[in-house]
């Protein structure tokens, strides 16, 4: 009897075998492929490195900077420590924008690689918005608060801040003066004024008291802004009054600090 049900059981055993021996097999040709597979990518890996970074096909042949009015292409190009003749793969362009970034008149930087040899750099200037009084002459700064250049003459056509103390400075970086606040408000009466489109008619901008903000405009109206609340509002209302309502000469005072209204006194 046990001959005979080994020898009904041999077909099953038969079939077990093949299948263990297929999957054994399987296995095999998946890592045959596999090897192959990452013995391929690994070379096409060497070569595309050979390629890239040691053959000439991608050195940096053209440097091209645009956006510039007031920095020299040749300035930009040295602070950005990139040259031609540089590997294009192996220059940096995040490092060139932040170092790039750290010059006067820069507002900001994307440096951009153009393959297969061409880098290009494109700015945006800062202009100067204003300027404050400092060991005896004079710091431009721009609509950010970093400052511009130092100028020994006050410079025409622009707003003077006054009221607050410049305790440091670096060219490219953002002022520091006597108190935070302060130079807040500075940063959004700029933008208010920018925005409002008088930033060049106001001549100096009081920041002293900073809860009783005042400016003067066109050297013949002093506007009291009290604090900084509403600001868009007062100058829009200011603008009305100036504009519409009062003679292009005229002289005196304008009040925005009560009811939301101008109240004009010559």
Known sequence: MENVREKRNLPARQDDIRTRHMKRQK?????????????????LAVVLFVVAFLTPWFNIAQITVTGNEQLKSEDIIAQSGIYAGNN?????????????????????VEVRRQLPNKILIEVQESHMAAYLPYAGGYAAIDEAGKVLSLMPEPPEGYMQILGCELKEFKIGQKIKVDADEKFDIILLYIDEFTKAEILSKVNTLDVTNTVDVKFTFENRLEVFCGDSQDVTRKLLTFAEVAYNQLSPNARGEIDLRLDGKAYYRP
């Open 27 to 43: 296995k095999k040709r998946r890592r045959r492929i596999f090897l192959r597979t990452f013995l391929l990518l690994t070379l």
């Open 88 to 108: 294009i793969f192996r220059v940096s362009t995040s490092q060139a924008s932040e170092q790039i970034a750290s010059m006067p008149y820069v507002k900001s």
